[in-house]
Nanobody, 120 residues
């Protein structure tokens, strides 16, 4: 069992920056691929970006590419989402996700969500 606890977020003006953190419990964090998703009011949850278990590979949604950066510190059991040049359309609740496949079983865990509000 893995618990993901998110921190960061808040209110920022357009053009500003925020960093979200997601800390995992347990000693197996490095075996999980992790990612970030977001859900705006009235919309479905959408993919923001993901990072491989080692941190050597990342991918992003087109809408955030070049502005957001995902990183992880396995020694700290933490994954980060650095968000720059924020725009009002980035306003959403952001969720971190960790998943792995072990012995044919897929384990998926979500953080509690963090509100990010960007004012124009």
């Amino acid at each position: 069992q893995v618990q993901l606890v998110q921190s960061g977020g808040g209110l920022v003006q357009a053009g500003g920056s925020l960093t979200l953190s997601c800390e995992a419990s347990g000693r197996t964090f490095r075996s999980y691929a992790t990612g970030w998703f977001r859900q705006a009011p009235g919309k479905e949850r959408e993919f923001v970006g993901a990072i491989s278990r080692s941190g050597g590979s990342t991918r992003y949604a087109d809408s955030v590419k070049g502005r957001f950066t995902i990183s992880r510190a396995n020694a700290k059991n933490t994954v980060y989402l650095q968000m720059n040049s924020l725009q009002p359309e980035d306003t959403a609740v952001y969720y971190c996700k960790a998943q792995r496949v072990l012995s044919g079983a897929k384990n998926v865990y979500w953080g509690q969500g963090t509100q990010v509000t960007v004012s124009s």
